[in-house]
């Protein structure tokens, strides 16, 4: 995948600002993959440049800080500018493009040419597909481009002509085209606890949809190397029972929400570390179908135990503790050791002394660990603080368990000797008394 970081130009018109982003456009060179990924060396991509006009209205952001966008001043046939005029369907959270260049945030833009259902290449007006997504979080989109009717400076003056594309091109060397239909995410990647619910956020806008027409929905799930269909549905607006298959228990999508509102996504209840992956919504209406892509991570923190509640050392005989990390998920997990005698101000790592035990995974995915550290009376006298600290992905912080280390306790056998000897004692010292009298 080639990430281009879409330079950002924005000017008030008269509806809102314009967005502007560099992009490139896809041609199959042979071999497989598809928009988005795939084999990168199988396509041949050329720079071009797309151009939202009015993207989003009443923009807030102050005039002094546009910067205008302006076709080149000699339109050139060998340009690649998509021109996207003022849109013609709603894109759901499109200002978040305005502020991606001040955030810091990389747009990935990619084209290529579409064909709609019973349609050929050469089929007019020419269609486009075009992806943009934020990377890190944020939209994601996936744009049918439609072309538009150019005109030409006067009616006997030759019109401009796309070299690659063929197509005819504005006066501003642009080639027009309109949205006709989005499918969109606006969380393309969602993390979730087992045992959680979550809804996968999709959905669709399309222009000049026909009353009563029917929305294809697919939900599928692709996770290392393996996939199967999640959930489909077709819906109309007259439906009062649409068809639909589910393939998980707790799964369901609104057919009422997809029609109405064109709100495509999906709900799960009760989730696995099986259900972690790819999901793929495809949704399809008219002559038109795309997809967005949704990634769902299962996520468990590990719980973190010692073995010993309190360690003392009674003699010289090294004294093993061991950290238990219990049911977590995903696998990376990271334990530190640390400790800090009563001379110490600060903590000294022992990492490299400890030992680790083979992963264990439980029949629900999850993982189990263990660190073991060898403690020495030498080294760690009474009064030595010992921690174990777990980071892994599920913790916002790392999660650390302790304990001290306590002054040996006096021996029994010690005070039996003792206790021994003064009987004694007073056994002969009244023996002696009783000889003298």
Not at 340 to 363: A, D, G, Y
Not at 422 to 430: D, K, P, R, T, V
Request: hydrophobic letters at 35%; proline letters at 6%; one cysteine or more.
């Amino acid at each position: 995948m080639l990430s281009i970081l879409g330079f950002l130009s924005l000017v008030y018109g008269l509806e809102g600002a314009d967005v502007v982003l560099s992009c490139s456009l896809i041609e199959e060179g042979g071999g497989m993959g598809g928009l988005m990924g795939g084999g990168g060396a199988m396509f041949k991509r050329t720079p071009s440049t797309l151009v939202f006009r009015d993207l989003v209205e009443n923009a807030d952001l102050s005039p002094e800080l546009v910067t205008p966008y302006n076709p080149p001043e000699t339109p050139n046939a060998d340009d690649l500018i998509f021109e996207l005029m003022l849109p013609s369907i709603h894109i759901p959270n499109a200002d978040l493009l305005l502020h991606a260049d001040c955030n810091e945030q990389e747009v990935v833009c990619e084209i290529s040419r579409y064909v709609p259902r019973d349609a050929d290449m050469d089929s007019r007006p020419a269609h486009f597909i075009s992806s943009v997504q934020l990377v890190g979080g944020g939209i994601s989109l996936t744009l049918v481009l439609q072309t538009l009717h150019s005109e030409t400076a006067q009616p006997d003056t030759q019109p401009l002509v796309q070299s690659k594309l063929n197509l005819t091109l504005s006066q501003s060397g642009t080639l027009l085209t309109e949205v006709v239909f989005v499918v969109f995410s606006r969380v393309p990647s969602i993390v979730a606890p087992i045992g959680g619910d979550v809804l996968l956020d999709c959905g669709f806008r399309q222009k000049d949809s026909v009353p009563g027409q029917e929305v294809a929905l697919e939900w599928r799930l692709q996770h290392r190397g393996n996939g199967r269909k999640i959930l489909q549905m077709n819906a109309k607006e007259t439906d009062m029972a649409p068809d639909v298959f589910v393939d998980r228990e707790g799964t369901s999508a609104e057919a009422d929400l997809l029609v109405r509102d064109g709100n495509a996504s999906l709900a799960m209840q009760g989730l696995k570390v099986t259900d972690e992956g790819t999901y793929i919504c495809t949704v399809g209406s008219g002559d038109f179908q795309t997809q967005q892509i949704v990634q769902l991570h299962i996520t468990q923190p590990p719980h973190v135990t010692l073995s010993e509640e309190k360690l003392t050392f009674q003699d010289s005989t090294p004294q093993k503790l061991s950290c238990h990390c219990n049911r977590y998920y995903p696998l990376d997990v990271q334990v530190d050791w640390f400790t800090q005698t009563p001379s110490e101000e600060e903590p000294v790592s022992f990492t490299r002394e400890s030992s680790l035990s083979s992963h264990r995974q439980h029949s629900d995915g999850t993982f189990s660990l263990s660190s073991y550290l060898t403690l020495r009376p030498n080294t760690h006298p009474p009064g030595t603080v010992v921690t174990c600290r777990v980071s892994h992905p599920a913790l916002e912080i790392s999660s650390d368990v302790s304990l001290t280390v306590d002054k040996p306790e006096p021996r029994k056998g010690f005070w039996t000797v003792i206790l021994m000897l003064a009987i004694s004692g007073l056994f002969l010292y009244q023996a002696f008394r009783g000889a003298e009298n």
